[in-house]
């Protein structure tokens, strides 16, 4: 397929645990952005990846969440010893440099436990 | 302060009738995007709409147009011809910088709940 992909799609964890999350972004976009999104709230900015330039991680909640994006393609954003408030649905996102809009992926439901 | 202010929690439209969900903006650069997006209670976002900052007219995609009103920083969304299909979450959203391809920030407002009456 050609849009953004996700997995797993839904995750259960229990707390402390640590768990990835993987984005497969739209082939040739050298942008790609994660989102955290918690029942009936709007979208939380995390982090985003501009090709090669250093990412903007000014959204991460704590030094627990981290992300990573290899080859300029996919990316894994991890947390670590989760808490139930991280409890949510994680969205992935990717745009061209000259792209007019983010194409988002299904998304990731994570709940812990 | 916000990038981005939707005020309307939620919003109310009968079948077949039109509706504008509000969207204020806040940006001091000169070139910019604005977005929709809908979101279904599945969970996808679905792009609607977009309207470049530099766009004199008002941009229209088949039911769904955005009233661009620069000098107020407003970019609203109108329905026409609501259907029960419509009934979603509503966010609006904003990329700076376009013209310099540095700034690849989306910022996304709170949304707005949208139901269509029978």
């Known amino acids: 397929g050609a849009g953004v992909s996700q997995s797993p799609s839904n995750k259960v964890t229990e707390k402390g645990k640590d768990v990835e999350l993987r984005c497969d972004p739209i082939?040739?976009?050298?942008?790609l952005y994660w989102y955290r999104q918690s029942l009936g709230q709007g979208l939380e900015f995390l982090i985003y990846?501009?090709?090669?330039?250093?990412?903007?991680k000014s959204g991460l909640p704590s030094d627990r969440f981290s992300a990573e994006r290899t080859g300029g393609s996919v990316s894994t954003l991890t947390i670590q010893r989760t808490q139930q408030e991280d409890s949510a649905v994680y969205l992935c996102?990717?745009?061209?440099?000259?792209?007019?809009?983010?194409?988002f992926g299904p998304g990731t439901r994570l709940t812990v436990l | 302060a916000q990038k981005i202010t939707q005020t309307q929690p939620g919003m109310f439209v009968q079948e077949k009738e039109a509706v504008t969900l509000d969207c204020t903006y806040d940006?001091?650069?000169?070139?910019?995007?604005l977005f929709w997006y809908k979101q279904p209670s599945s969970g996808e976002m679905i792009f609607l709409i977009y309207?470049?900052?530099?766009?004199?007219q008002n941009a229209t995609e088949g039911r769904y147009s955005l009233n661009f009103q620069k000098a107020r920083k407003s970019a609203n969304l109108v329905i026409s011809a609501s259907q029960l299909g419509d009934s979603a979450m509503y966010f609006c959203?904003?990329?700076?910088?376009?013209?310099?391809?540095?700034?690849?920030?989306?910022?996304f407002g709170t949304g707005t709940s949208l139901t269509v009456i029978p």
């Open positions: 996102a990717s745009s061209s440099i000259a792209g007019k809009e983010q194409f």
């Open positions: 082939s040739g976009h050298t942008a």
């Open positions: 990846f501009q090709g090669n330039s250093a990412p903007d």
């Open positions: 940006t001091s650069d000169q070139s910019y995007g």
């Open positions: 309207q470049g900052s530099y766009d004199e």
């Open positions: 959203a904003m990329r700076e910088a376009l013209l310099l391809n540095t700034g690849n920030q989306f910022y």
